[in-house]
């Protein structure tokens, strides 16, 4: 399989996952990151995202890609999501891939819809 079948196929099971799905079976390496705006600093160790991605997704009522981008072993996905609570907001993910696993993870999420209450 090529990278870029490879890189494919995980960004789908990382939709699944950030779209309630559980996590828990991500390809994610040992050493995985996530990085995020509202996170202090980034989280390490496949263990710790899990639990983060786990504690997200029940908020999230429905997701729906806007766009999604494969370049070799990178991914990018942009998205609109619904929470529990009605508000929209956009989010982009971008994932670095190795050998099937999930390296790091950015995520750039628009906070404003979520502390004001209105969607954006």
């Keep these: 399989m090529s990278d870029r079948t490879t890189a494919t196929a995980v960004l789908e099971q990382f939709i699944e996952a950030i779209a309630g799905a559980s996590a828990d079976g991500l390809p994610l390496s040992e050493n995985a990151e996530f990085i995020g705006a509202m996170l202090p600093e980034p989280l390490r160790g496949k263990g710790e995202v899990i639990r983060h991605l786990n504690e997200i997704a029940p908020f999230i009522k429905s997701?729906?890609?806007?766009?999604?981008?494969?370049?070799?072993?990178?991914?990018?996905?942009?998205?609109?999501?619904?929470?529990?609570?009605?508000?929209?907001?956009?989010?982009?993910?971008?994932?670095?891939i190795d050998n099937g696993t999930i390296n790091r993870i950015r995520a750039v999420v628009d906070t404003h819809p979520l502390f004001t209450g209105r969607s954006g």
């Excluded at 981008?69 to 009605?86: D, K, M, Q, Y």
């Design 63 to 96: 997701m729906r890609r806007l766009e999604s981008l494969v370049s070799g072993s990178a991914a990018a996905v942009a998205s609109e999501f619904t929470g529990i609570n009605g508000v929209r907001f956009q989010g982009s993910y971008f994932l670095n």
